[in-house]
């Protein structure tokens, strides 16, 4: 009878699109959830659309995007599109009257992110930008042990992201649809530095390098300054894959593997080092058992839903997140600090 019960509480859920990150990695996580169910999906190309409901086992495929906001059984959407459809496309799903989880970065500005805030206090449905870490145990563990005093008060963040991909038509590396190193990766530094200090940068400093041909930037670094703090981290999408965060402190500083791409199929590890040894003999393994980012995000989300409480990842911090991109821009154009 649990079963039965909790079946009836699933969360039907609509795709916008089937990019890559929904058909590969979102959709067959949330399939697995108690919370979620994947309904629906739409795309442009109707052939498309069918082929990915078959092989994803979803039973609605739609041929347009206005059709699937028009499915009155559809609760919920996840919105994978490029960047520059994230909040059009958000608001007019809102105004469908269901609930949205978008992909990161939210939009292009900040005016952007803002303007979706208003339509979710007009509609009164839930927003959440997908920032899939945010619900990983190995995070929600970090900032744990970094309140517990474990590497003593936290002074250091250093960050690093990166993949090679020089596809002149892949979405990323678009200028004018909000590609680039910054939006795509680098966002995931600075909301996790965020996270990590609970708080907010002073000021931020920003080095860019731009793709001559397709002006998109491919090396992006990021200085921070926080009152207790700096965080800096370097993105690009020019040079080998590679990704690591390092948490320092006065006593100790922890090293988490794989930070962003957690694996879906295998334990995660940190690494919490006391400095004793700079061998690295101090250091303790954490494993983190095996999960599932995306499925975590969408039951958490859609047991919002249910429960009519707030999402769990707010708007609020989306729109901080937002502020420290644009003034990670305007400092490198300025060639000075910024302010976000």
């Known amino acids: 009878m649990a079963n039965a019960a909790r079946e009836t509480q699933k969360v039907r859920w609509g795709v916008l699109g089937v990019a890559k990150i929904a058909t590969t990695h979102v959709i067959p996580a949330m399939q697995k959830g108690a919370w979620s169910e994947v309904v629906a999906i739409a795309s442009r190309d109707a052939g498309k659309a069918r082929a990915s409901a078959e092989r994803l086992g979803i039973k609605t495929a739609y041929g347009s995007y206005e059709a699937l906001l028009d499915d009155p059984g559809i609760e919920a959407i996840y919105n994978p599109l490029p960047n ?69 008060p936290l002074r250091s963040i250093l960050g690093y992201f990166s993949y090679f991909n020089r596809d002149p038509s892949n979405i990323r590396n678009i200028h ?38 397709m002006k998109v930037d491919r ?27 390092h948490l320092v402190g006065t006593t100790g500083r922890i090293e988490i593997e794989i930070p962003f791409n957690a694996p879906a199929d295998r334990p995660c590890r940190m690494f919490v080092d006391d400095g004793s040894d700079l061998s690295g003999r101090g250091i303790e393994t954490i494993e983190i058992p095996v999960c599932d980012q995306y499925t975590i995000q969408g039951d958490l989300f859609s047991q919002a839903i249910r429960e009519g409480s707030p999402a769990p990842y707010p708007l609020e911090d989306t729109i901080g997140n937002m502020k420290v991109i644009q003034a990670v821009v305007k400092s490198a154009e300025g060639r000075t600090w910024a302010t976000p």
């Open 176 to 213: 004018d649809i909000g590609g680039g190193a910054l939006m795509d990766i680098g966002c995931y530094l600075i909301n996790t530095s965020r996270l990590m200090f609970e708080a907010e940068p002073r000021r931020v400093l920003g080095l860019i390098d731009r793709d001559p041909e």
């Open 219 to 245: 090396l992006t670094s990021i200085v921070m300054d926080f009152e207790r703090g700096h965080a800096i981290g370097t993105c690009s999408t020019q040079v080998v894959a590679y990704q690591r965060m």
């Open 84 to 152: 520059h459809l994230h909040v059009p496309w958000s608001i007019r799903a809102l105004e469908a009257g269901k609930h949205v989880l978008c992909e990161k970065p939210i939009g292009l500005t900040v005016a952007e992110a803002e303007a979706l805030r208003t339509a979710r206090d007009r509609t009164g449905k839930l927003v959440q930008e997908a920032f899939m870490v945010r619900s990983h145990p190995q995070w929600i563990r970090a900032r744990d042990l970094v309140r517990q005093g474990r590497i003593g």
